[in-house]
C-alpha cells in the first residue's frame, strides 16, 4: 500500500459524458502527478500540481483538467469523453517538486467508455 | 520526449540474468526504474542521480551514463517475483524551475521455472 488513494476504482460512462476522478496523496507529500495508461502507449504523463499550483504539463488534451485543493487532494475532470479516452488513470504523489524524489502511485481509476 | 527502451519484452529462466536499456535524446539530470506487475499501480525501484549517486532498491543494481544520457537496469539471478513491466523515467529540465519525468513504453520481463 503506497498510502495514495484513488476513487472510484472503476468508471464505466458513455461518449460526450464527463467525468471526475480522485486522488489523495501520501500523508505529506506536497507534489500529485496525474497519468494515463493504454495498452500500447506505457504511462503518459498528463500534469503535475505543487501545493495547489500547476507546475508542469505533459500530453494533456484541452477536454482534460485538473486542480489541486487545499488539503492537497487532486481532481482531474475529462470532458467530451471519447472511446480512446479508455484507459488506466495514475495518480502519484511525491514528498517535494524536484524529480529527485521516488513516486508513490495510487492504485488507479480505470475508465471505461463506451 | 519519450525515452527509448530496450528490448521490448524478454523471456528469462529462474536465476538468468537481463539487462535492459534506456536511452534519451535530451540531456538529463536523473533516471528513475519503475517496475508494474499485471493489473498493479508501478512500484518504485531506483533512482539514478547526475554524479554517481543511487537510491533504492538492494538486489536491483543499475548505471546511469550522462554523456550518453543512457541508463540500464541489471536484473542478476532473476526470481519469479521479477516478473512484470519495467519502466524507465527520465528526468529533464523543462524550464520555469521545474523537471518532467518522462517514462518509456515499458519492457516486459517474465520470468519462468
Known amino acids: 500500500d503506497s498510502g495514495v488513494t484513488q476513487t472510484p476504482k472503476h468508471l464505466i460512462t458513455a461518449t460526450g459524458q464527463r467525468v471526475t476522478l480522485r486522488c489523495s496523496p501520501r500523508s505529506g507529500d506536497l507534489s500529485v502527478y496525474w497519468y494515463q495508461q493504454s495498452l500500447d502507449q506505457g504511462l503518459q504523463f498528463l500534469i503535475q500540481?505543487?501545493?495547489?499550483?500547476?507546475?508542469a504539463k505533459g500530453n494533456i488534451l484541452e477536454r482534460f483538467s485538473a486542480q489541486q485543493f487545499p488539503d492537497l487532494h487532486s481532481e482531474l475532470n475529462l470532458s467530451s469523453l471519447e472511446l480512446g479516452d479508455s484507459a488506466l488513470y495514475f495518480c502519484?504523489?511525491?514528498?517535494?517538486?524536484?524529480?529527485?524524489?521516488?513516486?508513490?502511485f495510487g492504485p488507479g481509476t480505470r475508465l471505461t467508455v463506451l | 520526449q519519450q525515452p527509448v527502451q530496450s528490448p521490448q519484452a524478454v523471456i528469462l529462466r529462474e536465476g538468468e540474468d537481463a539487462v535492459i536499456n534506456c536511452s534519451s535524446s535530451k540531456a538529463l539530470y536523473s533516471v528513475h526504474w519503475y517496475r508494474q506487475k499485471h493489473g498493479e499501480a508501478p512500484v518504485f525501484l531506483m533512482i539514478l542521480l547526475k554524479g554517481g549517486e543511487q537510491k533504492g532498491h538492494e538486489k536491483i543494481s543499475a548505471s546511469f551514463n550522462e554523456k550518453k544520457q543512457q541508463s540500464s537496469l541489471y536484473l542478476t539471478a532473476s526470481q519469479l517475483s521479477y516478473s512484470g513491466t519495467y519502466f524507465c523515467g527520465t528526468v529533464y529540465y523543462s524550464g520555469a524551475g521545474s523537471y518532467q519525468l518522462t517514462f518509456g513504453k515499458g519492457t516486459k520481463l517474465s520470468v519462468i521455472p
Open positions: 502519484a504523489s511525491s514528498p517535494g517538486l524536484s524529480n529527485y524524489n521516488e513516486q508513490f
Open positions: 500540481y505543487y501545493n495547489g499550483e500547476e507546475r
